[in-house]
């Protein structure tokens, strides 16, 4: 009989072909990350074909690296975790092939896995002592939803953004004001150097008796702004508008959040996603909750962005709490939601 519980766990839901070992849910024996971010730059943005195409470059390697950094074999394994959706559906495809093949051959049990609450649960490998009943705020490119935990393994969706998630927009933002890709890391940097309350901004939903987002509205009044500054000749100035624009989502951010972790009565807050790493959403949200004595935790810089070590420690949880054994027939779900 094994031990140790190892798990293998894979992700490559968009431009990171990942892999890791992680024992008994919270050990981080290995974390391999091959990212794509200097390939898609020139576009400004991830091309799923080339994405693709190099996840099945990537994927076999990446997995050897993670077993001889963790010093285990695929005999020692004790489950295969992988990211099933959502994402672009052929760098899915690509991880959920070797996860079944290596389950298959090995014949280890296989756990399908949301990305999003593979982000939530990072929180756990940085804070094992982390428990329910907390509130959880999951931002990054694609989704930007407020959660709470009575216990582990279920949730209550509190609230989710209607039209564009912060992430997203930070990206699309960038783009337009020609700083870079990814968004999220060069507005933050960016905004560092200009005055937050230069530009008046909408703060959508802010003030609404509710937990929903919208930032699709914010990213139009940007792109007037630029445009309006284009018509005229004038000057824009980048790091004024980057620190507006940001303040302008830290803001709504953390308005709800407080509402929720008042509204439910925690004394805990998760902050996950990619957006987790943002520097200024960080530190708005830690003096206002400081401020009610609630404690925000948030993962370690090199978990916050897209990994397979997060990813083991769902698998973990999942298979734990529920005894749930993905089929070999699992497929990729590009839009899968959380609950």
Do not use: W
């Amino acid at each position: 009989m094994k031990e140790e519980f190892l798990i293998l766990a894979i992700e490559s839901s968009c431009d990171e072909t990942s892999a890791a070992v992680i024992k008994d849910g919270k050990e981080v024996l290995s974390n391999v990350v091959a990212s794509q971010i200097d390939l898609h730059r020139k576009f400004g943005g991830v091309v799923p074909e080339i994405a693709s195409r190099k996840h099945v470059e990537l994927i076999n390697p990446v997995i050897e690296d993670a077993l001889e950094e963790a010093g285990v074999d695929y005999e020692d394994l004790s489950l295969v975790a992988v990211t099933y959706g959502p994402g672009l559906v052929g760098g899915l495809l690509v991880g959920i092939a070797a996860a079944k093949a290596i389950a298959y051959a090995y014949n280890l049990p296989l756990v399908g896995i949301n990305h999003i609450e593979g982000h939530i649960y990072s929180n756990f490998i940085s804070h094992p002592e982390i428990e329910p009943p907390l509130v959880c705020l999951t931002v990054s490119g694609g989704h930007t939803d407020l959660l709470y935990f009575e216990e582990l393994g279920a949730y209550q969706i509190l609230g989710r953004t209607k039209d564009d998630a912060a992430g997203e927009a930070f990206d699309k933002v960038a783009r337009v004001m020609e700083i870079g890709y990814p968004g999220g890391p060069a507005i933050d940097k960016l905004a560092k150097e200009g005055d937050s309350q230069a530009i008046d901004l909408p703060r959508p939903l802010i003030y609404d008796d509710n937990y929903d987002f919208s930032f699709s509205g914010l990213k139009t009044a940007v792109l007037n702004y630029i445009n309006q500054k284009k018509q005229k000749g004038e000057e824009i100035p980048k790091a004024d508008l980057a620190a507006s624009f940001q303040q302008a989502v830290v803001d709504v951010l953390t308005a709800k959040v407080v509402k929720a972790a008042q509204d439910k009565k925690v004394k805990r807050v998760l902050l996950s996603g990619g957006v987790s790493a943002n520097s200024h959403l960080r530190r708005e949200l830690e003096e206002k909750l400081d401020e009610l004595e609630i404690k925000l935790y948030y993962p370690q810089p090199r978990l916050c962005t897209d990994n397979a070590a997060m990813i083991g420690t769902a698998g973990y949880f999942k298979y734990q709490l529920t005894g749930e054994i993905a089929p070999y027939s699992l497929n990729a779900n590009p839009n899968l939601k959380l609950g």
